[in-house]
């Protein structure tokens, strides 16, 4: 559903991606690892469209989309949550919901509505700011706030980052959940519990490229994991 193939990109004069290429198939989840400024979120962003590709193509769902603005390639069925969640804090939850919404040109009611089923935990919270949420609820918040633009690939960067392992293991669930309703994942993550819960294949990125493959499975042995991550954590 997603083929990248030699995608170039960076800030200024400075190169990220040098030419990094990937798939990812309908319904599934691929998980990317990578040491600390290799690029993974570079690569989300670019995907997403908030970094302009300077070289390569980004095909989704049959369609070239590497020169979309992000709000049209929202259109065509990406959704993204990124690093930090970047939810708007002063905003209620039900508006962080609402404007989603409305950012992709539709009518909140019923969305947010059916959003909110696969999400009870944030019924109690609709009239709290965002800023008042704790960051596990903050990132099902920025989950559900993806989840209203209805993508079919969803793009998130390091979901685990700063919450405690209960909401980690209620975070896999609720992505289980949704990639049985046929949601494909490209998981950006340096939890190897986490991205081994859910992937079906891990991508390593390296200086920019996706440079190996590796199976879920070898992130169960300590030797191999140092060996691809360089730790063992
Ligand atoms: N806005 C920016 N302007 C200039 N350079 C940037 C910017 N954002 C990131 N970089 C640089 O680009 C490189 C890749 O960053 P990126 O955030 O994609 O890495 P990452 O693999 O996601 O790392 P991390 O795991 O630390 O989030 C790093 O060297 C970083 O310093």
Redesign the pocket.
């Known amino acids: 559903m997603l083929e990248v193939e030699g995608l170039v990109a ?3 004069r ?1 190169g ?1 991606l040098h030419g990094a290429s990937l798939g990812v198939g309908q319904g599934s989840c691929v998980g990317i690892l ?10 989300l962003r670019a995907l997403m469209g908030l970094l302009p590709a300077r070289q390569g193509r980004i095909r989704f769902q049959g369609a070239e989309i590497q020169r979309l603005p992000p709000h049209l390639r929202a259109r065509s069925g990406l959704g993204y949550v990124p ?1 930090g969640r970047l939810i708007f804090p002063g905003l209620s939850v039900a508006d962080n919901l609402r404007f989603a919404v409305l950012a992709k040109g539709e009518t909140p009611g019923r969305v947010v509505e059916e959003v909110l089923e696969e999400f009870p935990e944030l019924r109690r919270l609709l009239e709290r700011p965002g800023g008042a949420l704790s960051g596990g609820e903050q990132q099902l918040l920025a989950l559900a706030r993806a989840l209203c633009g209805r993508p079919r690939l969803l793009l998130l960067d ?1 979901p685990t980052e700063g919450i405690q392992p209960s909401i980690v293991e209620a975070m896999v669930e609720r992505i289980h959940a949704l990639r049985r309703r046929g949601l494909a994942v490209l998981l ?1 993550e ?1 939890n190897l519990d986490f991205i081994q819960a859910l992937a079906d294949r891990i991508l390593m ?1 390296h200086r920019g490229r996706i440079t190996r493959e590796i199976p879920p499975t070898a992130l169960g042995d300590p030797a191999l994991v140092q060996e691809f991550v360089g730790t063992s954590a």
Request: proline fraction near 0%.
């Open positions: 960076g800030y200024g400075i990220v990578g040491h600390n400024g290799m690029g993974k979120t570079t690569l690093q390091e950006v340096q990125i």
